[in-house]
C-alpha cells in the first residue's frame, strides 16, 4: 500500500509541474501573482501599505470615500460613479470600478453608474478636480440631471 502512494504522489507533482509550465498557466501567474513583483510585496509588511500599493488608485479612491461618508451623518447615500470614458477624455487618471466592486472595496458604500435603474437615487458623486484628483461633493437632483446628460454620451463602464 506504501509503494502504491508513493507511486501516486509522484505522478501528481509531475502532472503539477507539467500542467505549471504551460503558456496559459504562466501568463496567469506572470499577472495576478507575481505582477506586482512578489519581492516588492514581501517588502511591504503592513495589511494597509499592500492594498495600497497592489490596487493604486482605487485604493485611494475607495479610502477617500470611506473617509468622506465616515464624517457625513446623513443615511441612504448613493454614489453616482463618473463613466471611465469620460474621466479619461479629461485626463483625470482615474477609472472607477463597477457598483458591486465599489461596494465590496468600500465596505457597503452604495454606487450606481448612469445607466442604473435607481441612478435617481444618487446624492453624491466624483467630481474631477484637475489632473490626478477628484472630489467627493453632494448634489442635488437638479445637479444629478445636468450630470446625466453630460454622462449620456460616454459608455458606462
Do not use: C
Not at 488608485?57 to 457625513?72: C, E, G, P, R, S
Not at 447615500?77 to 468600500?106: A, C, Q, W
Not at 477628484?134 to 459608455?155: D, G, R
Amino acid at each position: 500500500m506504501g509503494f502504491k502512494r508513493l507511486i501516486l504522489m509522484v505522478a501528481s507533482i509531475l502532472g503539477i509541474l507539467i500542467i505549471s509550465k504551460t503558456e496559459r498557466v504562466e501568463r496567469w501567474l506572470d499577472r495576478f501573482i507575481l505582477s506586482p513583483s512578489l519581492s516588492d510585496q514581501m517588502e511591504r509588511t503592513g495589511v494597509e501599505e499592500r492594498k495600497e500599493y497592489r490596487f493604486g488608485n482605487l485604493y485611494a479612491l475607495v479610502q477617500y470615500a470611506k473617509k468622506t461618508m465616515d464624517t457625513v451623518h446623513t443615511k441612504n447615500n448613493v454614489i453616482l460613479l463618473p463613466p471611465n470614458e469620460y474621466m479619461r477624455s479629461i485626463k483625470s487618471g482615474f477609472d472607477f470600478p463597477e457598483p458591486l466592486s465599489f461596494y465590496y472595496h468600500t465596505g457597503g458604500i452604495k454606487a450606481v453608474i448612469t445607466t442604473s435603474p435607481n441612478v435617481e437615487d444618487a446624492n453624491w458623486t466624483f467630481i474631477p478636480r484637475g489632473e490626478g484628483s477628484v472630489a467627493l461633493v453632494p448634489i442635488t437632483k437638479e445637479e444629478l440631471h445636468k450630470l446625466l446628460i453630460t454622462y449620456k454620451k460616454y459608455n458606462p463602464i
